[in-house]
């Protein structure tokens, strides 16, 4: 069988949510199945790194596909033309998109319709390209997976999708995310908290994520306590982020927040596997990878109770109402406070994390990539 895959997510030092997901997967895919030829279909040059196996056949496809202009162009022609020309059995879309010209059965992996929810926290071009297209990349698709059981719900009731048609393939955790040692904790806070415990957040610095409130609830936190944690904040700065600067501003505790910036791999491990507890109090996530990261880092988290994020976290988590500044001053103040509480979440949160591989779900586009080439 001849798959295509679109891997235009995968960036050397640029992957994220679904940039890690195409790469776990899709390698698996590759490395399990040598019976098949792979066609990975880059938008731009890509590196050998991401090129699994003997049977895979790097194409880059112009344009570089970053803009709704360039977007349409790359998936309604060069995709679609590309499909043809390699004779293509089954196309796997990793991340929410498809091309609506062609004939080839189609497997879409759907992360999130966030755009649906919180439509002003994206711009302009972007939402209009997401309102008119979005609902029939999942009308064309042939078989359709998602991340979370809380996604495939929200796309049956807002698209009238079957939900026969829709599988659950929920995200994985990378081998390099494990529990450090207390020397190796020290050093690492010596290096990133002046030697104090911290919370810490991962992920883009946007409104969605809600990074000004967990500032605010900190400070309060902070105020209340008088705790020596700090607030290690990791990821770069995405768009409209100027009440994250304005919550930063108006803290009376600036010199206990610490902006990390984008983090390696390696960086991103040991300041997870060293930290106090995890804090991520996003409005809205179709999964959220790092509440499964910082669980077999043996990590207690503190996270959102909206969206997909209460159906991760388990009861390895304390859950706050992410609008609500006492709400998540009050699980920094019990995590610090109740030695107990906190040592049982992570002992919850070692059983929770085993729900979640990579393999399983690898398993699952398989599944659903022979389901797809069936139709033919």
Not at 106 to 132: C, G, M, S, W
Request: with cysteine.
């Amino acid at each position: 069988m001849r798959i295509a895959v679109n891997t235009r997510f995968l960036l050397k030092n640029k992957l994220e949510g679904i940039g890690w997901f195409t790469y776990e997967t899709v390698k698996r895919l590759v490395e399990n199945h040598p019976e098949h030829e792979f066609y990975f279909f880059f938008d731009r040059p890509f590196e050998e790194e991401f090129i699994f196996g003997k049977n895979v056949h790097p194409i880059v496809l112009f344009p570089p596909a970053r803009h709704p202009v360039l977007y349409f162009i790359w998936f309604e022609y060069s995709v679609a033309n590309a499909l043809k020309v390699y004779k293509i059995d089954v196309f796997l879309s990793p991340d929410n998109f498809l091309t609506l010209r062609t004939k080839v059965p189609t497997v879409l992996v759907t992360h999130d319709i966030a755009h649906l929810h919180f439509p002003e926290q994206v711009n302009f071009f972007d939402r209009k390209y997401y309102q008119f297209f979005i609902p029939k990349f999942h009308k064309k698709a042939t078989r359709i997976v998602t991340v979370s059981n809380y996604t495939k719900q929200d796309i049956v009731k807002n698209y009238g999708i079957e939900p026969k048609r829709i599988d659950v393939a929920c995200n994985g955790c990378r081998d390099i995310f494990k529990p450090l040692n207390e020397s190796e904790r020290i050093e690492i806070r010596n290096k990133y908290s002046e030697n104090q415990e911290y919370f810490f957040y991962v992920g883009a610095i946007q409104p969605r994520k809600n990074v000004h409130r967990l500032i605010e609830a900190f400070d309060l936190f902070k105020s209340q306590t008088n705790a020596p944690q700090k607030l290690l904040l990791g990821g770069r700065f995405a768009w409209k982020t100027g009440e994250v600067k304005t919550a930063f501003d108006n803290s009376s505790h600036q010199e206990d927040i610490v902006f990390l910036g984008y983090l390696s791999e390696d960086e991103l491990w040991r300041i997870m596997a060293s930290a106090f507890a995890f804090v991520y109090v996003s409005l809205f996530e179709g999964f959220g990878i790092p509440l499964l990261e910082a669980m077999n880092c043996d990590i207690p988290l503190i996270t959102s109770d909206k969206s997909s994020l209460p159906e991760v976290a388990g009861n390895a988590g304390i859950l706050v109402n992410p609008y609500d500044l006492n709400s998540i001053a009050m699980a920094m103040r019990q995590l610090l406070e109740d030695s107990h509480l906190y040592n049982q979440m992570i002992e919850n949160g070692k059983q929770q994390r085993d729900q979640f591989s990579w393999d399983f779900a690898a398993e699952i586009l398989y599944k659903n990539i022979e389901m797809a080439a069936s139709t033919l």
